[in-house]
């Protein structure tokens, strides 16, 4: 056999050797975080779980507040009122804006 068939025999004896030796480790890697999977998994949940247990609790005590405060029909009135007049001097100031720009051009 010529030198170049022993080269080529070696680099694929070689090379094969190498890919085998890297496949064991990842499965070796693989094998150890299914493992851990389940645990890490369980972990999650329950942070998830007791996150929204929390923000259920904010949301309840938040709704519980508005519940107890005294409805005020006539202040609420007075506010519509009051914002329905801001709402006609912004139209105004609005087609006062445009007769100033019309005016200009």
Do not use: G
């Not at 064991?24 to 645990?39: H, L």
């Not at 890490?40 to 923000?55: C, G, M, P, Q, V």
């Not at 519509?80 to 006609?88: C, F």
């Amino acid at each position: 056999m010529a030198n170049s068939d022993f080269l080529l025999k070696a680099a694929i004896k070689k090379v094969t050797e190498k890919l085998n030796e890297i496949l064991v480790e990842k499965i070796e890697e693989a094998t150890s975080i299914a493992q851990d999977a389940p645990e890490i998994l369980k972990k999650e949940f329950d942070s998830l779980k007791e996150s929204i247990i929390e923000e259920a609790s904010r949301m309840e005590k938040a709704e519980n507040i508005q519940d107890n405060e005294p409805k005020n029909t006539y202040q609420n009135h007075k506010i519509k009122n009051a914002l329905s007049e801001i709402e006609d001097i912004n139209k105004q100031i609005e087609l006062f804006n445009k007769k100033i720009n019309n005016q200009i051009k």
